[in-house]
């Protein structure tokens, strides 16, 4: 996955056909705390095909989006910062779609594909739904589907969207977007790099101790090759 290719990318669901359920490859992996929503965006609706537990009266909706890729302690930092907004969070994670991570990411982003990201995600504690292949604009349809409260995103950029157009322009009009400081600066690309970094070590250092016991070897070999006289 990490030598620049795309074979590991799940095939985009297109619209009008349900994406393919994650029950049917983890039987008996129902968390009962956290559900799994699976939908697809028609020009009437969005369908909530599967869910765990609903929003409860009293809590507060909170949706947010993005690859979640790699998932590490600053996907984890985030989430619990989300997590604190409200006094009984009802926190829903959208999960973009392979090809539209590798829209905005680029490369041969994302590492993870769709349903490995989605397992991921459904690990964590302060997550309660998972949307699976949520689209890449935070619409008006989505936000009455769900019942969103507030909308919130890291510090990261925000990408437009292909039009150019930002994501996140429906929930900023109605005044329920924030931006969340995770405190941490841990990010997929530095994981990445980290482990790009340190193969290229590997590989260089290996090199080296071979060079020396080719060297070694035909030093001996030179050696055992000359007359006894000349030893």
Known sequence: MLLVTKAHHSGQVSQGQ????????CPGGRNPWTGVSQF??????????????????G???????GAFDLFHIGHVDFLE???????????IAGLHFDQEVNRYKGKNYPIMNLHER???VLACRYVSEVVIGAPYAVTAELL?????????????????DRDGSDPYQ???????????????????????QRIITNRLEYEARNQKKEAKEL????????QAAQPWGER
């Open 118 to 120: 989605t397992l991921s």
């Open 81 to 91: 910062k989300v997590h604190r907004l409200a006094d009984r969070p009802y926190i």
């Open 18 to 25: 349900p994406a393919p359920s994650l029950g049917l490859q």
């Open 215 to 222: 060297a070694f070897l035909e030093a001996a070999r030179r």
């Open 144 to 160: 009455s589907h769900f019942k969103v409260d507030l909308v919130c995103h890291g510090k990261t950029e925000i990408i437009p």
């Open 170 to 192: 429906e929930p900023k009009r109605r005044g329920i977007f924030r931006q969340i400081d995770s405190g941490s600066n841990l990010t997929t690309d530095l994981i990445v």
């Open 40 to 57: 697809l965006q028609t020009s009437q609706k969005i369908i909530q095909f599967a869910s765990g537990k609903e929003p409860q009266p």
């Open 59 to 65: 809590e507060t909706v909170i949706y947010v989006a």
